[in-house]
């Protein structure tokens, strides 16, 4: 077995954070890594059939725990309508893009191929305007209207929803209701 070094074993002994707006935010940034890390290699076609997978798979979880805790809470003041509205037609469109690009033809045989990566492009930019938006508007209002125990308790199940210990995720329509 390897020796662990001290910075090891410091991260390993700190607690995991809770406060679901810094859980939100740390999965925001994986993503945003892995939207430029593919923006960086669309030229490798050949690297894309690793990288693709790994952002679907992170956008759909972050889409998950969002359901399962962000857009609950939003639902419950009314403040959020609007916002709530906009970021479930934002998860939507998302949705549709993916489906998308998992359609366009891109395979070994094919290397290039520009449709696919303009779609991965569009895809890339209404990500990015979907979190920006949820970083500017959505987190500061929360962060004023929330205790600080609710936004650890919404932390604690977002964790937990992502293990997938409460199900699937809510579908769209009960999370706007």
Not at 24 to 53: C, N, T, V
Request: hydrophobic share 40%; net charge negative.
């Amino acid at each position: 077995m390897p020796a662990r070094n001290r910075k090891s074993m410091e991260r390993e002994s700190e607690a995991e954070p809770v406060d679901l707006l810094i859980l939100l935010r740390h999965a925001h940034r994986e993503i945003k890594l892995l939207l430029k890390e593919m923006e960086d290699i669309l030229d490798l076609p050949a690297a894309i059939f690793e990288l693709y997978p790994r952002i679907q798979v992170a956008l759909q979880a972050h889409d998950a725990g969002e359901k399962y805790c962000l857009y609950a809470a939003m639902r419950d003041i009314p403040e959020f309508s609007d916002l709530l509205t906009m970021a479930a037609s934002e998860h939507a469109e998302i949705d549709r893009m993916l489906d998308v690009l998992n359609h366009t033809p891109l395979r070994k045989q094919q290397l290039d191929s520009p449709e696919w990566k303009h779609k991965f492009r569009e895809l890339h930019r209404k990500v990015l305007d979907h979190l920006s938006r949820e970083e500017g508007e959505i987190f500061p209002l929360l962060q004023t209207l929330l205790a600080q125990s609710r936004l650890d308790a919404l932390g604690d199940r977002y964790k937990r929803g992502l293990k997938g210990e409460l199900g699937p995720p809510p579908a769209r329509s009960e999370v706007i209701a």
